[in-house]
């Protein structure tokens, strides 16, 4: 018989061993069961650690926009408080301007960003938020970066917009939705635009590095390209000449492009308007899946930067009233009747005129008003009227002076006796919400195309308060008591001539909160 290799010994045993693996493997239905159960929690955990992951990773964006909103609006809070606080001198800027950028990262506004028609420097009207100008904090978004704003060039404080009122104050700057859908129209000149108009200025934060669409690489924040004090060191400022050459200071490194708007540059020319459609466009954008813009932005409107500045106005004038009623026996100057200012060449346009109780704040010397003992002139350091920028908002300003308050007043001045002696307060639905108050400034807003008939401004337009003035505020030229100047007979149609009857009837005040067809701004004493 022949002998067996050792090959053939070795497979046979091979073969044993598999044979005996496999009576000794599991049977269906035992232990298999409990494999496939393990391998589905090992699935379900590793699931559930992704959704964790993704729910965290959301929350924490969710808590990066929050601060980011948070931070935006103490911006534009600081904004529109530097607009209506400016110290008001002989010079300027004006009421209601806005600083110019900071282009190399200081903190500081720049002194100049181009002119006041918008057609020289534009890209220095975008930079990062001068917060040390502006007297708060070093606000940062929610991805850490410092935040970004573009000025308007009818706003920017650089050079005097000697015009700047409710009525000239249209922004020029255009401003997207995330759609792409325009919803502040810089292009438009439009004098009832208001908020839909032009915005007055952006706040811009970057968010986080991303590779802007047809970019070669990612935005580049650091010194590179250009240089920084100190040398290299990105927390510094930008030395290079212009500041955009270095990386950290050039806008396009931290504002996104999309749907044909770039952030990293605008127009907002302030004469011809028809190329201030290259403006902004709010993130968060997506394009083929891919976040492209992530500049979250809050614009600034004309109607709430002028209600502040209107009522810093209104407080000025009364600050001026006041002092003068205190040096003069409690009385206050007669007003410069309304219909008056319909034709400003007359050398009384602005005159005070006797036994009228509501107009605009006259230019002195008071020459009616002396006749009742009292001074022609508000007194030395009294009161800021009288510099640059009066002429640019005297049109706007109006007041009204109680019947026992006024010049040929009794004694002293007060107190009220009867219901028509003193001024009340109403809301916009006519219910009394003040009474006995000896006077009333009332600083008009834009023009408004929701009073019946719309108001127009300029010309002898100017002669009537209703194209400034509504409710019952438009009503107040009713408190006179002796005929109108003959200049305002020639007016066609005819302003208010006779007094009211009874005086009650008129010498309602409407203060409310800025809604369709009111936008006065009114403050009383006491």
Known sequence: MPQRSQSHVNEGLTMKRALAKINRAPAPGKNGGFVLLLFMIVTIGVIGVLLVSRLNAGAAQVARDQATDETLRIASDALIAYAAGRRFSAGVPMPGSLPCPDLNDDGDAEGSCGSASGNTQQQNRLGRLPWRTLGIPDLRDGSGERLWYAVSSKYKAATANLDLNPTTGRGTITLRDSAGTVIHDGTSSDIYAG????????????????????????????????????????????????????????????????????????????VTRTANGNGFIKGPVLVSGEIAVNDRIIAITQDQIMSAVQQRIASEAMGCLRLYAAANRGRYPWPAPVCRQANLMDVNAWSDHDSVSFGRIPDTNFDTTIAYSMADTWGAGECNIGFAWWSAWKMHVFYAV??????????????????????????????????????????????????????????????????????????LEGLINAPLPAACSSLTPAPVSTACSPLSSCNKVTSSVRQSGLNDVVIYYP
Do not use: H, M
């Open 195 to 270: 908020s839909s108009g032009g915005a007055v200025a952006l706040i811009i934060a970057p968010g986080q590095v991303l590779k802007r669409q047809g970019a070669a690489a990612q935005q580049d924040r650091s010194c590179s390209g250009g240089s920084c004090n100190p040398a290299g060191d990105p927390a510094g400022t930008c030395t290079s000449t212009p500041t955009s050459l270095t990386a950290k200071c050039n806008p396009a490194n931290y504002l996104d492009t999309a749907l044909g708007e770039d952030n990293a540059n605008f127009v907002d020319d302030n």
């Open 402 to 475: 109680a019947d026992a308050y006024k010049p040929n007043a009794t004694g002293n001045g007060g107190p009220c006796t009867t219901s028509s002696s003193c001024l009340q307060v109403q809301d916009s639905g006519g219910n009394v919400i003040a009474a006995s108050k000896q006077i009333a400034v009332i600083v008009a807003g834009r023009p408004l195309n929701t009073t019946t008939p719309a108001q127009v401004r300029g010309g002898s337009n100017d002669g009537y308060a209703s194209n400034y003035l509504e409710i019952s505020n438009k009503a």
